[in-house]
C-alpha cells in the first residue's frame, strides 16, 4: 500500500512559481512511476507530468512543457513539482499519482490515468491574472 499527500498549493498571480510535493509512505515509493494530474470542475483529469522511479524519464503534458520540472527524491519518499511562469488556464486541483504495475520500469512514463493505482487527495492550485 502506498499512502500520496500532496502540498504546496495555493494562491498566485500569473507568471509566479509554486513547488508543489507529495510525500509517500510505503517501503516500495522508490521502485514506482510518479505523476501528476490536474482537474477542474466539470472536466475531465489531465496528465501534467511523470517520472520513472530513477527520474532518467519523464514525460510532459505539451501545455506545461518548458515550464513544469517534475523531479523526486527518492531518499526521503517525494515527488516534486516546480511550476513557473503560471497562467491562469494552469488552475486546478493537483493531484499526485503512483504507478505500481511496473517496479523499476525503464521507458517513457505512462500519461494515462488509468495506468496510476495510486492517488493522493489533491492540492488546490489558484492563479489569478
Known amino acids: 500500500q502506498v499512502q500520496l499527500v500532496e502540498s504546496g498549493g495555493g494562491l498566485v498571480q500569473v507568471g509566479g512559481s509554486l513547488r508543489l510535493s507529495c510525500a509517500a509512505s510505503?517501503?516500495?515509493?522508490?521502485?514506482?512511476?510518479m505523476g501528476w494530474f490536474r482537474q477542474v470542475p466539470g472536466k475531465e483529469r489531465e496528465f501534467v507530468a511523470a517520472s520513472s522511479w530513477s527520474a532518467i524519464s519523464t514525460r510532459y503534458a505539451d501545455s506545461v512543457k518548458g515550464r513544469f520540472t517534475i523531479s523526486r527524491d527518492n531518499a526521503k519518499n517525494t515527488v516534486f513539482l516546480q511550476m513557473e511562469s503560471l497562467k491562469p488556464e494552469d488552475t486546478a486541483v493537483y493531484y499526485c499519482?503512483?504507478?505500481?504495475?511496473?517496479?523499476?520500469?525503464?521507458?517513457?512514463?505512462?500519461?494515462?490515468?488509468?495506468?496510476?493505482?495510486?492517488w493522493g487527495q489533491g492540492t488546490q492550485v489558484t492563479v489569478s491574472s
Open positions: 510505503g517501503r516500495t515509493f522508490n521502485s514506482y512511476t
Open positions: 499519482a503512483a504507478d505500481s504495475s511496473r517496479p523499476y520500469g525503464v521507458g517513457i512514463p505512462r500519461s494515462t490515468e488509468s495506468s496510476y493505482d495510486y
